[in-house]
């Protein structure tokens, strides 16, 4: 079954369906009449970002009408089309300019098509036409999202379900638009379980000062996490939005911050201009995530709910260095007074004469920052940082399974991150900012020393020489940013760990169960992505006669040989190392994007 494509505003101005739609101008009908006959429609894409791994994961698809025609907005476009009774074939053409713009244009990632209810379930959508159209285009079902614009009430739910399926069993996936501002949402979202949730604009628009648009934001996400669907969230314009929703644990992001609709978009986002925010594990040596906060504990005697305003004021002038004091019941605390607001109160008229004889607790703060004592540093930073807007001068409740142990600084803990991120500079690559060899040995080190069992997987590009010689210096930085972009991307996080040994040669040392599944997402990223930094003649400077002659070398691909590492059969990182090496060179000789994997603790002879 077909698809068709039109921009979120295409059908907002349906009327009543008891009542017809307003007839349009004789004007715009023949305007409407030209575009399609001379199919003067044009596509423009703007960039999804994933705020995690700094990568674009795909483009939505716009359209435009021509440039001084009274139907160049969207809005004019469609609803014209349907007062004409043309809204089919206007969004027949709109998917195929899509479509077309986008293979045009070699756009890495996903497509995102944006596709109206009522076309979606049309008898005239079922025949084939467009996969066909795609398949002479060269692009694949799996890397097309079916955007369902959500400003249309849908009378026939069980026929829009149906239709989707269909779409799903050719390799489809489904994003829902504009989360909140239509009709249905909720209900779209528990009947079509789909794949994408857009959120509106609306709730992101000033997110950072609205406790409610914030917890919205929190509810999406989590009915997001137990349905097995992304968040993305629209709208985002300034970097407050930006760190905002990226706090609330919202991966994908789109609006004007992050890139602005263009015929032509950039491939991929500068890092520099995007907000600064507390870095995942790969902005600090990831082997330092073994620094937890029990590194910042201090044993500080806690006081129970019972004592009196007195006692904590007596004890604070006994103890000039002491910051804070936790309230513990049972061993569990309830909260964490601070010297400076406490001394700050006692300080006003009369105030230590009324409540100095009162319990503490009534001086505790509603919030209380707790951090478990097993927490990678990089993690307290983001938690406190994000949950409880501390000051530089305060401090946090430092716990094992919820039972106190004592205090940490926020101070020290500053610090202590500025130190990782100073040694993350002084051994990192300069150029991709990933870590570099002696991180590297270090992790490889580190999981041997805790006997662990993980698959370290030598990347390399082949043919990246030539292509550095025919593009030059500039073009072969971009393609090695493109290549750390996409295997950083390959990583989760929490277990596993990409590296930049220099040149183009890189390492990931996974731990992930899924590991191969995500080296070869990587290969099919790389393959679909680094095409587009190629120009569309390849050639190079000519003969004598000055005629252009074709380059005929080969673009650059990425060869992948990965080794399993079973505990005891490697005494070193040096011949970790050694046998990634041997496997990537058996990985190289396999043509075009590859992945090998060796038998584990297979001598480095047979290899």
């Not at 050719?170 to 009709?183: Q, R």
């Not at 644990?249 to 015929?263: D, E, V």
């Not at 938690?383 to 409880?388: A, D």
């Not at 505990?567 to 990634?580: E, F, I, K, M, N």
Request: glycine share 8%; aromatic share 8%; net charge negative.
């Amino acid at each position: 079954m077909p698809i068709a494509t039109a921009t979120r505003y295409a059908t907002q101005f349906d009327a009543h369906p008891c009542l017809p739609p307003p007839v349009a101008p004789e004007g715009a009908k023949r305007e409407l009449l030209s575009i399609l006959k001379r199919r003067a429609l044009r596509a423009i894409f703007q960039p999804i970002l994933d705020m995690n791994a700094e990568t674009f994961i795909g483009f939505e698809g716009l359209i435009r009408g021509p440039e001084g025609s009274p139907l160049r907005a969207p809005t004019e476009l469609f609803c014209t089309a349907r007062q004409c009774g043309l809204s089919l074939e206007v969004e027949m053409l709109c998917r195929q300019v899509v479509l077309e713009a986008f293979a045009d244009l070699k756009l890495p990632g996903r497509l995102f098509l944006n596709v109206s209810p009522g076309v979606l379930v049309h008898p005239g959508f079922r025949d084939g036409q467009t996969l066909r159209y795609m398949e002479r285009l060269g692009i694949t079902p799996d890397r097309v999202t079916i955007e369902i614009t959500e400003h249309e009430i849908c009378h026939d739910m069980d026929a829009m379900r149906e239709a989707l399926l269909h779409y799903r069993r050719m390799g489809f996936k489904i994003a829902l638009d504009d989360l909140g501002e239509g009709f249905a949402s909720l209900r779209l979202w528990s009947e079509l379980h789909p794949e994408f949730v857009k959120i509106d604009k609306h709730f992101v628009r000033g997110v950072e000062s609205d406790p409610l648009k914030r917890q919205f934001l929190k509810s999406f996400q989590q009915i997001a996490d137990g349905s097995g669907c992304q968040i993305i969230a629209e709208g985002i314009e300034t970097e407050a939005e930006f760190l905002t929703v990226k706090s609330l644990g919202i991966a994908l992001g789109q609006g004007y911050l992050i890139g602005r609709p263009a015929p032509a978009p950039v491939l991929a986002p500068d890092a520099k201009a995007l907000p600064a925010t507390p870095r995942t594990p790969h902005a600090v040596p990831q082997h330092a995530r073994r620094l937890t906060a029990h590194t910042l504990l201090m044993h500080v005697e806690p006081a129970s709910p019972e004592t009196s305003n007195n006692d904590i004021y007596l004890r604070f002038s006994a103890e000039p260095a002491l910051n804070s004091i936790a309230i513990v019941r049972h061993g569990r605390p309830l909260g964490l007074i601070s010297r400076h607001a406490f001394m700050e109160r006692f300080a006003q008229p009369f105030q230590r004469e009324l409540l100095g004889a009162k319990p503490c607790s009534l001086s505790v703060p509603e919030t209380l920052p707790l951090v478990e004592h097993g927490t990678p540093l990089p993690d307290v930073a983001l938690s406190l940082g994000n949950g409880h807007g501390q000051r530089f001068s305060d401090d946090f409740v430092i716990t094992d399974k919820g039972y106190y142990l004592g205090i940490g600084s926020w101070f020290e803990l500053l610090r202590a991150i500025t130190h990782m991120q100073l040694e993350a500079a002084r051994h990192a690559n300069p150029l991709t900012l990933l870590p570099g060899n002696v991180p590297v040995s270090e992790r490889i080190g580190e999981l041997l020393d805790r006997n662990a069992r993980f698959h370290v997987c030598y990347c390399d590009l082949n043919n990246f020489k030539p292509y550095n010689d025919a593009y030059g210096y500039f073009r072969g930085d971009e393609m090695l940013r493109l290549t750390s972009r996409i295997l950083s991307g390959a990583c989760d996080t929490a277990l596993d760990f990409a590296g930049h040994l220099g040149g183009d040669d890189f390492i990931l040392l996974m731990q992930s169960a899924d590991w191969e599944r995500r080296c070869r997402a990587a290969l099919d990223e790389f393959a679909h992505a680094s095409v587009a930094l190629a120009d569309e003649l390849h050639q190079d400077d000519g003969d004598e006669a000055g005629a252009m002659r074709p380059i005929f070398s080969p673009l650059p691909n990425l060869s992948i040989g990965a080794c399993h590492i079973e505990p005891g059969l490697y005494a070193s990182p040096v011949q970790v190392a050694d046998a990634a090496r041997a496997a990537r060179r058996i990985a190289k000789r396999i043509p075009g994007n590859s992945l090998f994997l060796a038998e584990a603790g297979l001598p480095m002879e047979r290899l």
